[in-house]
């Protein structure tokens, strides 16, 4: 069965410091990956999206990146936070079939800029 | 471009009755799906239901089911004998674009299930 580890859980990070979250995908081969940002009370936003090993798509212009070193890996990143870049973000997966597959969510990451 | 809208943000139903929960919808792919997912305190994103722009038959999933009504772009939610547990937060979401897998998420509706 697959498998999605997300971490760190929660993180406290002061303005201006850098960001990695890391998640990574069990039991599947070549996976499409995502990174969305939820507000507080608010819907879901896209970041990220990626097919594959460095091949990433922005959906949002911000200040953060994403990188795919490994197939079943995905990192989130900022060199500088601001405190907007505070907000709840999950690590999603799906099968590379197209619309059929349902997104399968890690257990998110509460990020808290001070 | 894409847009998901949910009308109530929040919702409350008595233990064992039955509520119904709006959503609507914007696309302009030919073939697309819609999903319903569930948000516990937890914050985990559950997969409560899916369903398939050319199917008629509405999804059904034990006490879930929709009410798909493709004309008026519609994606309704219904839990039947709602338990204590159902409390969450419930977001619909459709297809982004075509074979991508990315979802355009509605911004959700709090439901409350009262003893």
Redo the contacts between chains.
Sequence with gaps: SQTIHQWPATLVQPVGSPLSLECTVEGTSNP?L?W?RQAA??????LF?S?GIDQISS?VPQNLSASRPQDRQFILSSKKLLLSDSG?Y?C?W???R????????G??T?LTVT | AQTVTQSQPEMSVQEAETVTLSCTYDTSES???L?WYKQPP??????VI?Q?AYKQQNATENRFSVNFQKAAKSFSLKISDSQLGDTAMY?CAA??S???????????TTLQVKP
């Design positions: 499409n995502y969305y009370g608010r819907g879901l936003q896209l999206y097919i959906e709840f999950l999603a799906s099968w590379d197209g619309s059929n597959s349902p997104l399968h969510f257990n998110g509460r | 073939n697309y799906y999903f937890s914050r985990q994103m559950i997969l899916r398939e977001f297809d982004g075509s074979n991508t897998g990315k979802l355009i998420f509605g911004q959700g």
